[in-house]
């Protein structure tokens, strides 16, 4: 079964410097998405990128999606402390309406 | 901007106790969720709902689990008689049909503590 493994599972860096989050799954997906999760909070949505498309950004994110390596990463630059979080990659495979599955999560650390 | 909300945000209860996990969808959303996060662990899909009925289902999501949306606006999770390791954040999420991609929008959960 398909399923988004993170690495590193914890990142600690300095205020200003770029974070960079990986993520790995096993079978074809139709979606990868990245969520954010503050310290016992809900899931925000940060971006999604389908699987005919290779970069994505917003804002100081930047998604990329390597299909044939079936991996991701999710770049933050010039982190911010308020980017302390919890970062998932969630894949699915067969368009609307159709579960996420989600990975084991990255737990990011800005220090100030 | 719209959001899912859910009710309530902590949920306290005795083993063999129903519960009732509430939830409001995004209001031109079409398709609904019920995912669950154990404390330290991933989140996990638990049920989708689409048109009235249940679209797919996990294993965890046994005969002690059922959702009902009893009218227009409300989507339940519906625990029969709680176990311990019920005891889990729940998330609903919500999602409308579009050209393409599948942005599931949560709500902020509800912790269930199961004693």
């Known amino acids: 079964s398909q399923q988004g493994e993170e690495d590193p599972q914890a990142l600690s860096i300095q205020e200003g410097e770029n974070a960079t989050m990986n993520c790995s799954y096993k079978?074809?997906?139709?979606?990868l998405q990245w969520y954010r999760q503050n310290s016992g909070r809900g899931l925000v949505h940060l971006i999604l990128?389908?699987?005919?498309?290779r970069e994505k950004h917003s804002g100081r994110l930047r998604v990329t999606l390597d299909t044939s390596k079936k991996s991701s990463s999710l770049l933050i630059t010039a982190s911010r402390a308020a980017d302390t979080a919890s970062y998932f990659c969630?894949?699915?495979?067969?368009?609307?309406?159709?579960?996420?599955?989600f990975g084991k999560g990255i737990t990011l650390s800005v220090r100030p | 901007e719209p959001e899912v909300t859910q009710t309530p945000s902590h949920q306290v209860t005795q083993m063999g106790q129903e519960v009732i996990l509430r939830c409001v969808p995004i209001s031109n959303h079409l398709y609904f969720y019920w995912y669950r996060q154990i404390l330290g662990q991933k989140v996990e899909f638990l049920v989708s709902f689409y048109n009235n009925e249940i679209s797919e289902k996990s294993e965890i999501f046994d005969d002690q689990f059922s959702v009902e949306r009893p009218d227009g606006s409300n989507f339940t999770l519906k625990i029969r008689s709680t176990k311990l390791e019920d005891s889990a954040m729940y998330f609903c999420?919500?999602?409308?049909?579009?050209?393409?991609?599948?942005?599931?929008?949560f709500g902020p959960g509800t912790r269930l503590t199961v004693l």
């Open positions: 079978t074809s997906i139709n979606n």
């Open positions: 969630a894949t699915d495979y067969s368009g609307a309406n159709s579960k996420l599955t």
């Open positions: 990128i389908r699987s005919n498309e």
């Open positions: 999420a919500s999602h409308r049909r579009d050209g393409g991609g599948n942005t599931q929008y």
